[in-house]
C-alpha cells in the first residue's frame, strides 16, 4: 500500500525556516518523481514544487523561487522542502504527493499525503 | 502568467447530472495539457478523479467521467450522490516549463 507521510509543520516567525519531510512507503521511491502542494486556509489548492526521480531537474512556482528548495533521499525514501524566508502567505497544510507520469503518457498526482500546517506568524 | 478557472460553485439535484468546467486565461485546454481532477473533502486530503482528460482513477466510480467540452475539460458527475457535496480541483500539467497549475476549485453541493 502507497502511504505518504508529511512531518515537520508548526509555527514560526515570518523571516525563519523549516524543513518539511514526507515518508514514502509501498513503492519503489526511486522511481517516481514527486511533488509538493498547499492549501491556505479556507482557500484552494496551489502547486508549489516538484522533483525528477533523481532529483537532477526541479521545478518551483515563482513566489518560492529563491526561499524553498525541493529535495529528495532516494536512500531514505523520503522527500524534503527546506523553506527560509518565509512570510505570512506562506501558511497552509502542505502536502505531498506522488506523480504518475507513464514515461511521458500522462501527468497527474496519484496519491497524496494527509499534510502538515506551515503557520507564519509572530 | 497562466491562470486556471473553474466555477466557484456549483448546485445540483439529487440523482441529477452536473459538468465542471475548466478553462486557461491563454487560450484552450487541450489533452496536451494533461488536465486531471481532483475531490476533496473538509479537511481531507485530495482524491484524485481523472486524468489524462478522461482516465478514471483506481476506484472512482463510473458516475464520473472526463471530456474536453469545447476549449475547457469538463468533470461530468451522473447520477450525483450526497456524499459527492465536495470541493473539486482541476490541474493542467504546462510540459514546457515542467509547472502545474491548479484553478481555484468548485464547490458543489447536492440538494
Known amino acids: 500500500e502507497v502511504q505518504l507521510v508529511e512531518s515537520g509543520g508548526g509555527l514560526v516567525q515570518p523571516g525563519g525556516s523549516l524543513r518539511l519531510s514526507c515518508a514514502a512507503s509501498g513503492f519503489s521511491f526511486s522511481s517516481f518523481w514527486m511533488t509538493w502542494a498547499r492549501q491556505a486556509p479556507g482557500k484552494g489548492l496551489q502547486w508549489v514544487a516538484t522533483i525528477q526521480e533523481a532529483g537532477s531537474a526541479k521545478f518551483l512556482v515563482d513566489s518560492v523561487k529563491g526561499r524553498f528548495t525541493i529535495s529528495k533521499d532516494n536512500a531514505k525514501n523520503s522527500l524534503y522542502l527546506q523553506m527560509n524566508g518565509l512570510r505570512a502567505e506562506d501558511t497552509a497544510i502542505y502536502y505531498c504527493?506522488?506523480?504518475?507520469?507513464?514515461?511521458?503518457?500522462?501527468?497527474?498526482?496519484?496519491?497524496w499525503g494527509q499534510g502538515t500546517l506551515v503557520t507564519v506568524s509572530s | 502568467q497562466t491562470v486556471v478557472t473553474q466555477e466557484p460553485s456549483f448546485s445540483v439535484s439529487p440523482g441529477g447530472t452536473v459538468t465542471l468546467t475548466c478553462g486557461l486565461n491563454s487560450g484552450s485546454v487541450s489533452t496536451s495539457y494533461y488536465p486531471s481532477w481532483y475531490q476533496q473533502t473538509p479537511g481531507q486530503a485530495p482524491r484524485t478523479l481523472i486524468y489524462?482528460?478522461?482516465t478514471r482513477s483506481s476506484g472512482v466510480p463510473d458516475r464520473f467521467s472526463g471530456s474536453i467540452v469545447g476549449n475547457k475539460a469538463a468533470l461530468t458527475i451522473t447520477g450525483a450522490q450526497a456524499d459527492d457535496e465536495s470541493d473539486y480541483y482541476c490541474v493542467v500539467y504546462l510540459v514546457a516549463g515542467g509547472i502545474w497549475v491548479f484553478g481555484g476549485g468548485t464547490k458543489l453541493t447536492v440538494l
Open positions: 489524462n482528460t478522461d
Open positions: 504527493a506522488r506523480v504518475r507520469n507513464c514515461n511521458g503518457a500522462c501527468w497527474h498526482f496519484d496519491y
